[in-house]
Structures are given as C-alpha cells and as structure tokens.
C-alpha cells in the first residue's frame, strides 16, 4: 500500500485520534537498515523513503492546521534569518577532512546524534489537565493530542523504539558510512554535560500560569526552534557526506541525512500548529484571571530567539577551539590550515530582533 492510498482512506477534515493511530507506521515494501541496525522507516514499492509513525499523524497535523486557517488565525513561523550558521562550515569541514582532519568533524556528529537522542525527553513533559488551563474549547486540536501520542511519537523518532534505531543511530551510521568507523573522541558527552550544567535555570517568564502549562509550552518552544534551526545543521551534514572528496559513501551517508530531514517535518508542524492554538486562545491564570496565549507564547519563542542568536556561535566556536589546535597537528602545514579556515568564516550577525517582541507599553 503506497502513502497516498493509506491517507486517502481518512477523512482529511478528521480531528480526533486514538494515540496508536498516531503511533501507527503502516507497512513498508522494504525496511531502512544502516549500519547494520534495522532503523525506522521504510521504503514505499517504488522505492520512496517514508517517515514513521505518519500514516495518521501527518493527515491529522493538517487537518488541524486547516481548522487553525478556518478560524482566522496564522500559524507561527520562526524566521529562519535568526538560524545561526554552522562552524565549521561547509567549506570548512570539506579543507579539514582533506587535510586528514578528522576529529572535529567527528566530534561535531557525534554531538548532532547525541542532541538527537536527547530528543526523548519529550515524552517526559507533564502535559497538564489542558482543558481546566484554557478558557476555549480544545477538542479537535493538536493541543488536545500532546500527551496522546504526539509527544510519544516524537520521542520514539528520535531515539528510536524497541529494536527499531531513530535519529541517534542513523546520524551515526551516516558518520560511521561516510569516515569508515572512525575513533569517537571519549570526551564529546562528557563536555556537553559540562556546559548544560554551566546553564543556570532560568526564571519563571509567566509565574502567574500553572508552572507545568508553563513548562510544558517553555519546552514545545525550545523544541520547535532547535527543530527549525536544525534544518540548517542537516543541510550542512547532507552537503559534507554526499561530497565524494571527503565521503567513502557519498550516496548512502548522504540519503541517510535525507531520510532523518524527511522525518523532522512532523515534529516542526506539530509543535508549530500546537503553540499557535495556544496563541489564538486565553490562558487562565492561578490567581483567577486570564492571560491572552499569545503574549505567552510570543513571550517565551522571544526569549529562546535571543539567548540562541546571541550564545549559539561562541559555543559552537568554544567547543572545538582547544580541540582544533590539538587536531590540525596532523595536517602537512597546520599553520597554513588555520589560516586557510579562517578566511573561509561565515560572517554572522544576529539580527536585532526576533519579531516577538513583547508589545511595548
Ligand atoms: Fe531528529
Ligand atoms: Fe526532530
């Protein structure tokens, strides 16, 4: 059965789901295996990839957000010019790789199928009793299926479920396809803990809503923009594994990359239908009154837009600088290399507002 036959057979204008629909795969003509692990996802009979769990979801994620259009309310769009570039970049990475660099390169995928796997703890957000929280009625939304399968299938995508690899291990079999197995840096988890430590907690923007409502859209939003911006790492990752200079499996490490940005699709949608509900509804407050959702939600997408843009570059440059000097040692003339990277920066600048700004006054 092809995707399309398996979606025509619902209704489009559905808006309700049982959680294992919104769970349920359908059946493949051929599995996705990498590296030698069975992986989610499969292959349609004309050889198309097509993403797990999105036999319902997918239908369901546009009929939610068709209603979100018959209402009269847009659907958030974080602007992708806040999207810091990568480091190193794409020429970058391809100069050290051919000078026998390796291990930055290394390092930075690891960190991406480390991040991915972080994307697990979705389906440990306590998702609160909703229906007491916000003034509207929330049948029929996205909002209403966080906790009945959107949240689970998120996490099931990216760290993958039972003996099914996710996103974790298909980075790391694009990496493993792409630079033959090499040696992963015993330290790469080890600095990331540090600095997420280093991260104080910070306080609470909306202290007058319920605190789990408050987490829980705090996390969708943190979510949705690492989602977004990982658009930019994937194009990244897809341009340095599928180049055949700096590849030994240019085609699979580089469909590999494909196939995890296919699945990415869901989870931006989702959240972004989910928070707009939210922002076209009224929030009751724990003191009996109400707060409008989009100065909530707005609120918080502002918040996460600036301290992203204005920390993401230097941490990305942090990482790798101690790690850099050491590696560039096996190239022929490391000085030259230094020199020859740094011609090739991306000039950045974070743009001067995230277009959430709260409303003055
Ligand atoms: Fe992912
Ligand atoms: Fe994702």
């Known amino acids: ?8 057979e619902i209704a489009p204008d559905r808006l309700t789901y049982a959680r294992d629909e919104l769970l349920e795969s359908g059946s493949y003509a ?3 295996i990498a590296g030698g692990v069975r992986c989610h996802g499969g292959f349609d009979e004309s050889g198309a990839y097509r993403s797990p769990r999105t036999i319902h979801r997918m239908p369901a994620v546009r009929a939610w957000q068709a209603r979100l259009a018959r209402d009269g309310h847009a659907l958030l769009e974080i602007p992708r010019a806040a999207m810091p570039p990568q480091y190193p970049n794409v020429e970058q990475a391809a100069l050290l790789l051919e000078n ?3 291990d930055p390169i290394v390092r930075t995928l690891t960190v991406i199928s ?3 796997g972080f994307g697990a703890i979705i389906r440990d957000v306590r998702v609160p009793d909703l229906a007491s929280l916000v003034v509207e009625p929330i049948e029929g939304t996205a909002l209403a299926h966080l906790g009945g399968g959107l949240f689970e299938a998120h996490a099931r995508d990216e760290s993958g479920w039972k003996d099914e690899g996710g996103h974790k291990q298909m980075w790391e079999a694009a990496r493993d396809l792409a630079l033959e197995k090499p040696k992963i840096p015993g330290d790469v988890l080890l600095r990331m803990m540090g600095r997420q430590a280093a991260r104080r907690r910070p306080e609470r923007p909306f202290p007058q809503l319920d605190e789990t409502l408050e987490r829980m859209l705090a996390i969708m939003a ?3 923009v690492v989602e977004i911006f990982a658009e930019g790492t994937f194009d990244w990752g897809y341009r340095l594994l599928s180049n055949p200079k700096v590849s030994a499996a240019p085609e699979a490490a580089g469909a590999m990359v494909a196939h995890i ?3 990415e699709s869901p989870h931006v949608e989702y959240l972004r239908t989910a928070l707009s509900e939210v922002r076209a509804r009224t929030l009751r407050t724990v003191d009996g009154k109400t707060l409008s959702g989009r ?4 609120g918080l997408v502002h918040r996460i837009l600036r301290d992203v843009t204005r920390t993401r570059p230097q941490e990305q440059r942090d990482d790798l600088r101690d ?3 050491e590696a560039v040692k096996v190239a022929p003339n490391p000085q030259r290399l230094l020199d020859e990277l740094g011609a090739l920066d991306t000039e950045w600048t974070p743009p001067a507002h995230t277009g959430f700004e709260p409303a003055a006054g």
């Not at 100065?295 to 707005?298: A, N």
């Open 114 to 116: 480390i991040v991915e």
């Open 30 to 32: 051929a599995p996705l």
């Open 100 to 102: 026998g660099v390796r």
């Open 295 to 298: 100065s909530v939600v707005d």
């Open 261 to 263: 940005r296919a699945d």
């Open 1 to 8: 059965m092809s995707a399309a036959s398996d979606s025509a």
């Open 222 to 224: 943190q979510v949705l």
């Open 323 to 325: 790690s850099l000097a």
